[in-house]
């Protein structure tokens, strides 16, 4: 996530002041007398996802929306000292519990794996606990209060459990862009605005029974969260684990449901939910293992058509290159004019018809067997002569070229690895040609990584790709241009994994590619 200015961060703070205090005085109900504690707490979510998104830096923001939440809403049973406590063991058990997610093995945001949601789950239910323990623990402490504790502790736990498994996933998964156009695409959806509307209506039909079958009747709601579950995966679950807990509420509220059976109807919402984000994360997997194999299936397509096109191919261009070569001894057996071009044109043709000969046998042998002809070569060498080359060629766009300042030595498939930087250096320029009036230029740069990669950028001022195009640019036969076949990107990301790299692109409004390739250990000088 890029770093925001400094106004843009103010922004967001006083958003999320605003927003920690409405949420919190909107579920300030049932509260257990002396401790405060509610059976429904949706506003740490809000806290943890900004600790998560912004970093540790903002957690005197959250300790400040949690003192002013206890100074407004629960003046009449605390004091100061005891607000300013308890803000900081609550803004404290939030920031671990964001640490926890960002750990050394993050939490992915968009969460479409179910080790991710499972995480997810796990940090947020020990979380609960353990904060819910220091919680009543400082209460006991500074009000003096001893009877009730354990149930207060019962009740912030599933209050503050219940509240971040509903909301946190949305808040997260809103965060990330592919997963927030999925999530306002469904609400354009005629089939999701029924389910929903099956998920009012189960609602309605629980909270109109008597609070005795309130309870028996609730396993209603199971079954269009399934149906939504199944269809939308958790992109169309986790809005409606939302809803559905605002309906509860809603519900709690107009029937007159008493604080224990609220209790009761938490803990089944708490099951639903997780039984609905299971399923869910399930069928994301199952689509995107689907999704992967077409892209398997597209790119042995590819290679059969490229094996294909390189037999058909290698025969004319080792036929050309005979005809220069036989044409060049020709001339040097004729007198000539000391000055005359042709030979070095001829000459020409013939090393231009053996890279493109040796490039289609290297991608033959590529895509039939995988065998690459490696061996060591100074990076920067090889990649600075490709930039200089493609500026000669293309004088009216700006080619900038940043190396190392010392040798950089990979074993790689010198052919294979050029003609990467070739392609990404032809899209970079297609991309700034869309530039009418403003500036044209490429910057090409080399960088050490840590474990031992070195990575290569190419940065373009063209218009940059949107991130739902992040990955599909690279499956084959996919292309926006209108003479584009879609198979240079998806070749060029084969070629950098078969080296033991990766290949991808960083979305904004600038294009930037990047590749990045094992280093060679050697004793060079």
């Given at each position: 996530?890029?770093?925001?200015?400094?106004?843009?961060?103010?922004?967001?703070?006083?958003?999320?002041?605003?927003?920690?205090?409405?949420?919190?005085?909107?579920?300030?109900?049932?509260?257990?007398?002396?401790?405060?504690?509610?059976?429904?707490?949706?506003?740490?979510?809000?806290?943890?996802?900004?600790?998560?998104?912004?970093?540790?830096?903002?957690?005197?923001?959250?300790?400040?929306?949690?003192?002013?939440?206890?100074?407004?809403?629960?003046?009449?049973?605390?004091?100061?000292?005891?607000?300013?406590?308890?803000?900081?063991?609550?803004?404290?058990?939030?920031?671990?519990?964001?640490?926890?997610?960002?750990?050394?093995?993050?939490?992915?945001?968009?969460l479409r794996h179910r080790e991710d949601?499972?995480?997810?789950?796990?940090?947020?239910?020990?979380?609960?606990l353990l904060t819910g323990l220091a919680?009543?623990?400082?209460?006991?402490?500074?009000?003096?209060?001893?009877?009730?504790?354990?149930?207060?502790?019962?009740?912030?736990?599933?209050?503050?459990?219940?509240?971040?498994?509903?909301?946190?996933?949305?808040?997260?998964?809103?965060?990330?862009?592919?997963?927030?156009?999925?999530?306002?695409?469904?609400?354009?959806?005629?089939?999701?605005?029924?389910?929903?509307?099956?998920?009012?209506?189960?609602?309605?039909?629980?909270?109109?029974?008597?609070?005795?079958?309130?309870?028996?009747?609730?396993?209603?709601?199971?079954?269009?969260?399934?149906?939504?579950?199944?269809?939308?995966?958790?992109?169309?679950?986790?809005?409606?684990?939302?809803?559905?807990?605002?309906?509860?509420?809603?519900?709690?509220?107009?029937?007159?449901?008493?604080?224990?059976?609220?209790?009761?109807?938490?803990?089944?919402?708490?099951?639903?939910?997780?039984?609905?984000?299971?399923?869910?994360?399930?069928?994301?997997?199952?689509?995107?293992?689907?999704?992967?194999?077409?892209?398997?299936?597209?790119?042995?397509?590819?290679?059969?058509?490229?094996?294909?096109?390189?037999?058909?191919?290698?025969?004319?261009?080792?036929?050309?290159?005979?005809?220069?070569?036989?044409?060049?001894?020709?001339?040097?057996?004729?007198?000539?004019?000391?000055?005359?071009?042709?030979?070095?044109?001829?000459?020409?043709?013939?090393?231009?018809?053996?890279?493109?000969?040796?490039?289609?046998?290297?991608?033959?042998?590529?895509?039939?067997?995988?065998?690459?002809?490696?061996?060591?070569?100074?990076?920067?060498?090889?990649?600075?002569?490709?930039?200089?080359?493609?500026?000669?060629?293309?004088?009216?766009?700006?080619?900038?070229?940043?190396?190392?300042?010392?040798?950089?030595?990979?074993?790689?498939?010198?052919?294979?690895?050029?003609?990467?930087?070739?392609?990404?250096?032809?899209?970079?320029?297609?991309?700034?040609?869309?530039?009418?009036?403003?500036?044209?230029?490429?910057?090409?740069?080399?960088?050490?990584?840590?474990?031992?990669?070195?990575?290569?950028?190419?940065?373009?001022?063209?218009?940059?790709?949107?991130?739902?195009?992040?990955?599909?640019?690279?499956?084959?036969?996919?292309?926006?241009?209108?003479?584009?076949?879609?198979?240079?990107?998806?070749?060029?990301?084969?070629?950098?994994?078969?080296?033991?790299?990766?290949?991808?692109?960083?979305?904004?409004?600038?294009?930037?590619?990047?590749?990045?390739?094992?280093?060679?250990?050697?004793?060079?000088?």
């Open positions: 996530m890029p770093e925001p200015t400094r106004r843009r961060l103010f922004f967001i703070y006083a958003v999320f002041v605003v927003a920690y205090l409405v949420l919190d005085r909107a579920s300030y109900l049932f509260p257990l007398p002396g401790f405060n504690v509610t059976p429904w707490n949706p506003q740490p979510s809000l806290a943890i996802a900004l600790l998560v998104l912004i970093g540790q830096k903002a957690i005197w923001v959250v300790y400040l929306a949690i003192l002013a939440a206890e100074l407004m809403f629960r003046w009449e049973v605390t004091s100061l000292s005891s607000a300013m406590l308890v803000g900081a063991v609550l803004a404290l058990g939030y920031s671990a519990m964001a640490t926890a997610m960002r750990g050394s093995r993050p939490i992915a945001l968009s949601v499972a995480r997810l789950l796990v940090v947020i239910t020990v979380g609960s919680l009543v623990l400082s209460i006991m402490v500074t009000r003096g209060l001893l009877e009730g504790a354990l149930l207060a502790w019962l009740r912030f736990w599933i209050g503050d459990t219940v509240g971040m498994v509903v909301s946190l996933p949305l808040i997260l998964m809103l965060s990330n862009e592919v997963r927030r156009k999925q999530i306002i695409g469904l609400g354009r959806s005629r089939e999701y605005l029924g389910q929903c509307i099956a998920l009012v209506a189960s609602l309605l039909l629980v909270f109109s029974l008597p609070e005795s079958l309130q309870l028996e009747f609730f396993y209603l709601l199971f079954l269009p969260l399934i149906w939504i579950a199944v269809r939308h995966g958790l992109a169309g679950t986790a809005p409606a684990m939302v809803f559905a807990q605002v309906g509860v509420i809603f519900g709690v509220i107009g029937s007159g449901t008493s604080s224990l059976s609220v209790l009761e109807l938490q803990v089944l919402l708490l099951a639903l939910a997780i039984a609905g984000f299971f399923i869910a994360v399930v069928v994301d997997e199952r689509q995107e293992i689907s999704e992967s194999l077409q892209r398997t299936l597209k790119l042995a397509a590819a290679g059969e058509m490229a094996a294909a096109i390189a037999h058909e191919l290698n025969q004319p261009l080792t036929a050309l290159n005979n005809y220069a070569q036989a044409c060049r001894a020709i001339m040097e057996k004729t007198q000539s004019l000391p000055d005359d071009p042709l030979p070095r044109v001829l000459g020409q043709i013939s090393a231009e018809a053996m890279r493109a000969g040796d490039v289609i046998r290297r991608l033959r042998d590529l895509f039939k067997g995988g065998r690459l002809e490696r061996m060591e070569c100074d990076l920067n060498g090889l990649l600075a002569d490709i930039v200089e080359d493609f500026g000669h060629k293309h004088p009216d766009v700006a080619v900038t070229w940043q190396a190392l300042p010392q040798q950089v030595f990979a074993r790689i498939d010198e052919v294979q690895v050029a003609l990467v930087l070739r392609n990404l250096l032809q899209n970079a320029f297609d991309a700034v040609s869309k530039n009418v009036n403003s500036e044209k230029r490429i910057d090409v740069s080399v960088s050490k990584e840590d474990h031992g990669f070195v990575r290569v950028d190419v940065l373009d001022s063209g218009p940059g790709v949107a991130g739902d195009r992040q990955e599909k640019i690279f499956e084959p036969f996919y292309s926006d241009k209108l003479s584009g076949m879609g198979v240079g990107l998806s070749l060029s990301r084969t070629i950098i994994e078969s080296h033991g790299g990766q290949l991808e692109v960083e979305p904004g409004p600038e294009g930037r590619f990047y590749f990045t390739l094992p280093l060679h250990e050697t004793s060079h000088e």
